[in-house]
């Protein structure tokens, strides 16, 4: 089985994505992480280019690494000079990493109209740079940036410059394809080429700007590269770099080519959740592998079947990369969704019971009137507990009343909101004020079930997502409002459907305190 | 030069996706757009599975569709049956599609597992089923579902089952990887083998599940299929379909197939933006080609570079799919807009007035604040005319309060706004209840407002969008609100952005009143 190795540029590469900023705690932290995760390289940044990379070169000393080799990254001497004398190169042995990696010009246009420099001068710094390099750290790679577009152009010099790179003695040779153009069926020829010239190992460093990165990497790979460089969650300029967190799980599971241990590719969409936290970015719910989506599944015919095989509608077992498998409810699924719902909720339902198709006909008027359950889970919940009649009336609401008013001048308006609560015999009648009138209403309720019910305090509002849905026939448009609530264990999501955003958002509230309350009783 | 057809599954396959759930309106709405694009099939739905489906196969056919065949989605017909006799075909014909598309099964596990028939029957019943329905529909399709993964599993009996389909006379076979588990370089091999054996157009259907349904696509293109299944935006169950938006320009600008004219190719941006505001979604900024991030540029050296020879920094021209380059630092692009904005407005502008570099900064003040003028240029023109300061007031607001009450066992609150508006020195104050805070107040503004200006009363209030912007690092998250309202000339949109939801819905319908009074002053 071949080993390949594994280069992370998420903290290099990775942070030229707009809104990505890290602090140097964040990418040490990030550092740390990739390093249990078993990632053999992690570029951490440009030692040349700024302050801040600096000081992530010092830190990372100190840092808890136990097996992953920090690389260095820059560019080749400028031109006109010597290594010795290059402000770059010397930064970059000061870092004091394990391995530097530096790239060069392979494309003859850019040689002449970047660098201004002859073909020969460019092939003469990519050398002696490299030498220098050697002498001073352990390993060096060598990134031939623009490869394929420079060898489309003139195939030749191309191959020269990686030349200069291997009679340099590098360790790995790495073809960029830096303007992310290049299509997967393109890169067989062009490496084979390569290796008819090049002993040296080869390694890929692909971008996404055709949607291609993580296939063209896959397939590098499959033609003998041996070295594979990208980022967790794919972040990167433009489009972003080629995704570690699908290349990984394609490579062990699908290549037989080993990276990491089993155990630790368990840990995959941990990390890829972390580095999305750190980042302060939404994770995307249908990334492969390791998304929230990547293992849901919808439509009715699929469900059934996968109960009995997942296997067979599923390209791997989720558990592999710590995924799981979800089933989901909507007006496509059928009969066989909500059962496997009902049992995901501990909830009894006998497929050739009445009430199963009352709920399902009830799920689809709903449905008709603009709910939508994915996303909302507890609210689904606690639709089959009040259609089974198993729902303990936790409290209820006697009445609510919100208010926004602004005078000419202020710069925003003024919310309050009252409301009367009722558990049991007692009546709770408080008021607060928020940040809109949603805002209120969710203060005022909070306000008034904590005395009733002290660990609604534990609960907080994630997320708030509002729907106008156009008007139907002869109908008033109607508003959708999603909920997401959460607390130290878990999260849920809760709907609320009406023409007036307001009582829309208090029925979405009303289920995420009910759905609180109703998880504590079970001691989940 | 070969001709590629494409086949857009946004309305079927892409409503899998879990968070989108299309109404008829909106369906029929995309298709036109796909239309205009130049989209040669639609797959507007299954007939068989709901009667949403059934509702769009009726309206489309009112609908203004110019040159797109408009699909039905099914399946072969159940076991034990004959197609004449069994619902789902029979339903498909009745909803008189263009074309009709079947999948049925390739992998002969999945035959005796979930069919659980014989491996003969299979071969029996997608063979009768696609005869019959060739008597009932012009053109048919045959989705060969989870080819790649049955050709591993039992390549004979993978062929045979296309060799049914084919003697059946169908007009194209869909190669599907159902999973979305294969990678590229499995495909070349595999359909080399399927073209030893079958005569009839190929075609390919992709999922995302393994980050290569893009790059799948254009492989099997690139090997010889002439039709291509996919999403906008590569919507989809899972992790997705094929992102129609990334194949078709590698196919024009790459690979030099044929499939869209170079003007509809431009369109592409603007129709993947559509699509992901009717599903009300946040564009994803790093998409391949379409992405506000795609051709943006890290300032620094590199920027004159981009500027003198931007073909080698960048894969394509933006241009040519209705994208523009953005240098991150210098913001050239953007005052040329403004003036380009300015003109369309009737508005005087000069690049060099200190005037035009306010109205820039104002704009990406407003910007980093949540606005958004795509769609609401009425906005946009009211704010250039208030730095201009050639903004007549109208009217001015003294204040305003909304009040929203329920009473247990009320089937919805009660809504209620009062205002004061002022105009010269006459104050009007009034009340007015709604169906919603935001109705009652627009109720409210407008009973005081006509009053003033009676040609407010031709005016509507069209559609009203909410979108609640996450919050970023350290900030509370802002609402914004898109109005759209018209009269018996035009329609005109407006934007309002605050912390609170009536705030920001103040602010769009002041500015939608504003530009009715604007605009009828100017006499257009």
Chains 1, 2 share one sequence.
Not at 140 to 162: M, R, W
Not at 192 to 215: F, M, Q, Y
Not at 238 to 243: D, H
Not at 463 to 479: C, E, N, Q
Request: charged share 25%; with cysteine; hydrophobic share 40%.
């Amino acid at each position: 089985m071949t080993a390949i190795r594994l280069y992370d540029t998420t903290l290099r590469d990775g942070t030229q994505a707009e809104e990505i900023s890290f602090l140097v705690e964040d990418k040490i932290r990030i550092a740390e992480k990739l390093d249990e995760l078993g990632i053999h390289y992690i570029e951490g940044g440009w030692p040349g280019s700024n302050p801040k990379d600096i000081d992530f070169f010092r830190k990372i000393r100190k840092a808890s690494i136990k097996q992953t080799k920090i690389a260095a990254f820059g560019s080749t001497r400028r031109a006109k000079s010597t290594p010795e004398k290059d402000n770059n190169l010397r930064t970059l042995i000061q870092a004091e990493p394990d391995v530097i990696t530096i790239f060069g010009k392979t494309w003859d246009f850019h040689v002449r109209e970047a660098l201004r420099i002859g073909l020969q001068e460019n092939l003469d710094l990519i050398h002696d740079s490299l030498v220098y390099l050697k002498q001073n750290v352990a390993e060096v790679f060598y990134d031939a940036e623009h490869f394929f577009d420079g060898y489309k152009a003139n195939p030749e010099y191309a191959i020269n410059t990686l030349r200069a790179a291997q009679d340099a003695g590098v360790d790995c040779i790495v073809l960029c394809d830096t303007n992310g153009g290049t299509l997967p069926f393109e890169l067989p020829p062009i490496i084979a080429e390569v290796r008819k010239h090049i002993a040296t190992p080869l390694g890929i460093h692909a971008h996404n700007d055709s949607e291609c990165a993580v296939a063209n990497s896959l397939v590098a790979i499959d033609c003998g590269c041996v070295h594979v460089q990208g980022t967790i969650n794919g972040f990167g300029e433009r489009c972003g770099n080629a995704n570690l967190c699908s290349i990984i799980p394609s490579l062990m599971l699908k290549m037989g080519k080993q990276c990491l241990t089993d155990q630790q590719l368990v840990s995959l969409r941990e990390v890829s959740r972390f580095v999305y936290e750190l980042a302060n970015l939404v994770p995307n719910k249908h990334q492969p592998y390791v998304g929230n989506s990547a293992f849901a599944h919808k439509g009715g015919v699929h469900v059934s079947a996968i109960q009995r095989h997942a296997e067979t509608y599923e390209h791997i077992r989720p558990e592999r990369v710590g995924n799981v498998s979800r089933v989901l409810v909507s007006d496509l699924s059928g009969r066989s969704n909500i059962l496997a719902k009902a049992e995901q909720f501990n909830i009894k339902l006998d497929s050739k019971d009445p009430l199963t198709i009352e709920i399902l006909e009830r799920l689809k008027d709903l449905e008709n009137q603009g709910y939508q359950f994915e996303g909302a889970e507890a609210s689904f919940d606690l639709l089959m507990r009040r259609a089974l009649g198993t729902l303990r009336p936790f409290f209820s609401v006697v009445g609510f009343r919100v208010i926004d008013s602004k005078r000419e001048g202020e710069e925003k308006p003024f919310s309050e909101a009252t409301v009367q609560i009722k558990v049991g015999g007692h009546v709770e009648h408080t008021a607060a004020e928020g940040n809109g009138p949603v805002n209120a209403l969710d203060h005022a309720l909070r306000k008034a079930l904590e005395n009733f019910y002290p660990q609604i305090k534990e609960m907080q509002l994630l997320d708030y997502k509002v729907r106008v849905l156009p008007a139907g026939r002869g109908t008033a448009s109607v508003t959708r409002v999603l909920i997401e609530s959460g607390d130290k264990t878990m999260r849920w999501g809760t709907v609320g459907v009406s023409d007036n955003i307001i009582d829309a958002s208090y029925y979405a509230l009303i289920d995420a305190f009910l759905y609180k309350l109703l998880k504590d009783s079970k001691g989940t």
